[in-house]
């Protein structure tokens, strides 16, 4: 698929400008809406990393032995009677949204399993996650006694404006928590500030991002 490497390629010239380097930034593949064989194309020209954001959609269409190294992300809401099929089904849930959905994933797991804590940057209904930073790192603070559950760090979800200056705003608020977070839970080692989609990567990465998530770009327009 020609469309991962003209990604990379944007991805690079992103991180040049913003004097970053491009191994420092993941790349995952949206695979929402798409059938499972274009998630196997991808994964046959290297891609490795794939985000879903629905709990039953990913249990249609993924089969339990996935080729080696593949992983898969929850990036949507998780109701929690559907917690603990969640934690069967990915590898990693980057939408942990409260301390509540932390503590009922927490209560079904017996092995260290990685989320990230999402912020709410915009007021949109449609949108989930921590209200505002004292209540996510009061959830952090919580969370990191737990036995289980690891939090290597945060995402967000840019606001739906064209508006250049909004996004970065939205941005440079996650990443500014971002720091924060690693100053005071250091032996946490949080790594992970996603933040960018297809058409605000670019913004994203120049405010710090290290985890792009990109859908239609790579896939095409959804249906
Ligand atoms: C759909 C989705 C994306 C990808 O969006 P595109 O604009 O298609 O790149 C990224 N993150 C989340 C949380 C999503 O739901």
Redesign the pocket.
């Known amino acids: 698929m020609a469309a991962l490497s003209l990604i990379r390629r944007e991805l690079e010239e992103a991180a040049g400008r913003s004097g970053r380097l491009i191994d420092d930034i993941s790349l995952m593949a949206?695979s929402?809406t798409q059938p499972y064989e274009r998630l196997l194309d991808l994964y046959d020209e290297g891609q490795l990393l794939f985000?879903e954001?629905r709990v039953q959609e990913a249990a249609d269409k993924l089969p339990d032995d996935r080729p080696e190294g593949m992983k898969v992300h929850l990036?949507?809401h998780l109701q929690s009677n559907k917690a603990k099929r969640a934690l069967t089904l990915f590898d990693q849930i980057d939408?942990v949204d409260s301390l509540r959905l932390a503590q009922i994933l927490e209560k079904h797991l017996d092995r260290p399993y990685p989320i990230l804590l999402q912020l709410k940057t915009s007021d949109e209904a449609s949108k989930h996650g921590f209200a505002d930073e004292d209540e996510l790192l009061f959830a952090l603070e919580a969370i990191s006694s737990f036995r289980c559950l690891t939090v290597k760090g945060i995402?967000s979800?840019g606001p739906l404006t064209s508006e250049e200056f909004v996004t970065r705003k939205a941005f440079e608020q996650t990443r500014n928590l971002y720091h924060r977070a690693q100053e005071l839970f250091p032996e946490l080692n949080l790594d992970t500030l996603s933040m960018g989609?297809?058409?605000d990567f670019a913004l994203a990465i120049a405010e710090g991002s290290t985890m792009v998530?990109?859908?239609?770009?790579?896939f095409g327009a959804?249906t």
């Open positions: 949206v929402k985000g954001n990036i949507g939408s995402m979800i989609m297809s058409g998530r990109i859908g239609t770009r790579m959804r």
